[in-house]
């Protein structure tokens, strides 16, 4: 799943999950470096606006928005993989540089 990300002066990254870790690839436009951790694209260019790369992506974008909204909602009967897949992803957010313990 390929997910955009637009910048507040309007560049366009492209979010890529890495080992556990989210990193930034411009796409559209100029800014230096062209690769950074999504905590640093926050700190440096954000706020951002997000959204699926291509139509195609949706399917796998509103398949992982179903496995949070699984999680969040009724914990007991998700699978373990599927709050593992959150916990790394919340984790990714949340934590000093984006990286997952």
């Known amino acids: 799943m390929t997910v955009t990300a637009i910048d507040r002066d309007g560049r366009r990254w492209a979010l890529i999950a890495i080992d556990c870790e989210l990193r930034a690839r411009l796409v559209h436009g100029s800014a230096t470096p062209a690769h950074l951790e999504l905590s640093e694209l926050i700190n440096t260019f954000g706020p951002l606006v997000l959204s699926p790369a291509r139509r195609a992506d949706t399917v796998g974008y509103a398949a992982f928005i179903d496995t949070v909204d699984l999680v969040a909602s009724d ?14 992803f919340a984790r990714s957010i949340v934590l000093p540089g984006g990286r997952a313990r």
């Open 75 to 88: 914990p007991a009967t998700a699978s373990v993989e599927s709050i593992d897949q959150v916990a790394r």
